[in-house]
């Protein structure tokens, strides 16, 4: 007869007997070529060497990008992180994957798109990790297709240990903890006096932080975000290239670091280096939806320590090469690296939280190095985020399914000169309801189309359209002189 | 002295919990209040509901280590410093350090280091123990009627106990089930 001993000795094996099928079910291991995702946050192409930036910012991405694809006109697919990687890693416009919020996540509908179970499905091992809270938000989400979700926290130098152990223990509910963290405290950390007790202990190891890195770092110790887990990028790296090398052959592997995102925190062998090279950034008038009038000399100020910062994140990157190389992985591996929006420096704004969709803050590096290639190979074709998982799928050998993106040219893909491409900013805008408020982009050959529509602002114009060929720096707006163009444009914009 | 004699009895420590919980929950439930619109844009009608579970465990949460320090010292101190009317003596330095902690959080109060904030936070908690403990003897007329005040407070509370629970129990099935 059962007793109450057998009963509750049942009840604690239950959960496991719940897990076994996911545990013991033997997969096809994929014997395909390996992929690493690695997306630096908010890095502009616009910021980089590569793409001819007058400051040598990635002299190293440069150097490396003669054994890779490069890919001059990628689009993010929104202008923040949230947008952005929902579209990076669902290969869905805004449109569809509706994650257009700070902590907000992709419908059911368009999270069966995800790149994770996608891979997963043609047997790879799905491992990501990442330093932003927006994006592990999403990587959450996603939590069922990932065989190792890396904690955000790793390799870092402090970290609040109770609000982490709270979001250890409830990992899958990433968004509601950080929903409860930012409604209360502003993202401070934990609840009221475990976050307290947090800053406390946050504060004293941030004092010892200080005293061994503060000469390392002269502009602050780099740190993501609300959670203020500071790190080292050369830490994290060689961390992940650790994680990397250890994995079972036949992965597939997301890295989203938060370098060179703001704070902008140059080493000590980067901090300077740009300070009297007599480059300034242009002038460019304010836009009336914008309300932020940081003066030219701060512009100018951020813009070189965030290329500094670039710098940095450009040196670390050729050293993770160098030991994925060193290693013998990249024999069999493709390594991508891309942001998930830009960043800007004009029109009296810094950083990216903006109704704008300048192309600071859309136009993104996108450099492929494919398994041996030992050439260097340009696109000029319009490319946008929502291609990248499609197109891994299908080096993957993974079934097809209708995104919104088609398959990268370079790998495997057809030039397509009249497609277009599209990025949208709608965080004022519900998930639920029909777009009524918002920012939209459209990009056609060299022409651009931005749409911004439901400002209750009344001084705006609704459509701005430029020849980015002519106008690269998008002074002229040429809506009203071209409506036709306008009209074109705004037909290929996507509905609901 | 068995140790459990040192304890303070049980209405007692559950006065003072509530007191302190009816602090924490006015803040955070006021904050969900306040957020609820934004999150209505994100978040289904399901995850509203898990949110706000989760307000109500984290309120729940902010209490314990109040209240714990509050009933250590209560067992370390002489009886008739704060065992004995620990109900309102704690409770309402309870509710005053969650007033204090949210001003800490929030910015309101700052502290350029991490141990003068730990020295102003005890300073406070001290002080406030002892002046309520002289009032509640100086004042027995006053006492009464705190206490008969309390007591209605009281039933607020466990209202806002039983939706804390709740919370609770909607954060341990959204992260079982």
Known sequence: MPTRRTFLKALAVAPLLALRPSLTAARRRADGPNFIVLVFDAWSAGHCSLYGYPRDTTPHLRRLAARATVYHRHYAGGSYTVPGTASLLTGLTPWRHRAWHLLGTTTPEAQVFNVFGRLRAAGYQTLAFTQNIFADILLSQFGADLDRHIPLESWALSRNRIPTALRRLLRDDAQMVESVNEALYSLQSGATTVGLYGRFVDSLSLLALHERYGETYPAGIPFAGGQRNYFLLEDVLGGLAQATAESERGFFAYYHLMSPHAPYTPRADFFGRFADDGYTLPVKPYHPLESDRTSQDDLNYFCRLYDEYIALVDFELARFYAALEQSGLLDNTYLIVTSDHGEMFERGLVGHMSTLLSEPIVHVPLVIFGPGQTQRRDVHDLTSAVDLAGTLAALAGAPALADDGVRLPGLGGAAQPGRPVFALDAKRNSKFRPLQIGTAAAWQGTRKLVHYFGYETADYAPEELFDLALDPLELDNRAAADPAAVAALRALLPGE | ?177
Request: aromatic share 12%; net charge positive; proline share 4%.
């Open chain 2, 1 to 177: 002295m068995a140790i459990s004699k040192r304890f303070p009895a049980r209405g007692e420590a559950f006065t003072a919990f509530a007191l302190t919980l009816l602090a924490a929950d006015l803040w955070t439930f006021g904050r969900f209040i306040y957020t609820y619109p934004r999150f209505t844009q994100l978040m289904t009608p399901g995850d509203l509901v898990g949110l706000a579970g989760y307000f109500g465990a984290a309120a729940l949460l902010d209490v314990l280590p109040i209240w714990l320090a509050l009933w250590t010292a209560a067992c370390l101190l002489p009886e008739r410093w704060l065992r004995r009317q620990f109900g309102v003596q704690a409770g309402l330095t309870g509710m005053l350090l969650i007033v204090w902690v949210v001003l800490l959080l929030r910015r309101v109060v700052r502290f350029g280091s991490p141990w003068t904030l730990v020295g102003a936070t005890a300073v406070l908690a001290v002080a406030a123990l002892a002046l309520i403990g002289w009032a509640l003897g100086r004042f027995p007329r006053a006492a009464a009627l705190l206490r008969a005040a309390i007591d209605r407070l009281l039933v607020l509370a466990v209202i806002y106990l039983a939706l804390n629970l709740l919370g609770v129990a909607i954060v341990l099935a959204r992260n079982v089930f």
